[in-house]
């Protein structure tokens, strides 16, 4: 079983990073493209570039804030109207933010949870049900390592992963045998605006070997899906942390990463005061 990809493809979080990528990776083979995302002129200058080397390819361009659900139901209502259906999803919007939860903002973390795990969760329950009722369609989830993982610093982030991670595995077992390729794609860092983003504090950059580019992590997360596989780890480094990461006893991970909370406390206190 394959995802129809050379049908109508919905990719979120479109403008930059591993979901341009996506949508350049997927517009050779599908007939039409939606670009989902709130920055439009970066959609727009994406939709331009795509026409341009794919001539038949249809794209709509559809500026939207997920996290509201009103503007999604009016998307999706503009998606009908241009195409009908939409074949295939693929949720890669999301952002993360460095921060001990008790430091953290909350606002912060609650646009993380609408955005990580309440948006993601709706589009596809939206989308998924016409798929089942076809008995064709996919759903490919952009989630995390650290969706398989745990460490201080990132709780929200941590947790919406996670629930990316409970969400597709199980959603995957509900559509067993409806004709609905469902896979999520667990990748560690990735050469993108997120870092930056994430309002890192101990002024240090992440080591080059362990990160991997937009368009491999978009190349190796659709293989996957294409192949009907239910977990992927693009990057080998990072598949191989994984693999010894999961063959350690928690409780050994829970004490090897004990002395890391403090020293981040210090360090993020640092940063509040401004203080050398």
Sequence with gaps: MR??????????GASSGIGRALAREVAPRCC???LVARRKSKLEALAHELRERHPKLQVLVAPCDITDRIQIDEMLLDVQRAFGVVDVLINNAGFGDMSLFDLSDWDRNQRMIDLNATALAYLTHRLVGPMVERGRGGILNIS???GLSFLPGFTTYIATKHFVTGFTEALRLDLAGT???VTQSCPG???TEFASHTGNFTGREIP???EI???????????AFELDRALVIPGVVTWLLMFFHHLSPRPLRRLLLSSLGP????LQNKARTGSP
């Design 3 to 12: 995802p129809p990809l050379e049908g109508v493809v919905l990719v979120t």
């Design 32 to 34: 039409a493209l939606v």
């Design 144 to 146: 995390s390592g650290l």
């Design 179 to 181: 004709g609905v390729v």
């Design 189 to 191: 860092p990735v050469a």
């Design 208 to 210: 080059a070997f362990l």
């Design 213 to 223: 580019s937009a368009e491999q992590c978009a190349r190796e997360s659709l293989r």
């Design 263 to 266: 020293h981040l406390r210090q």
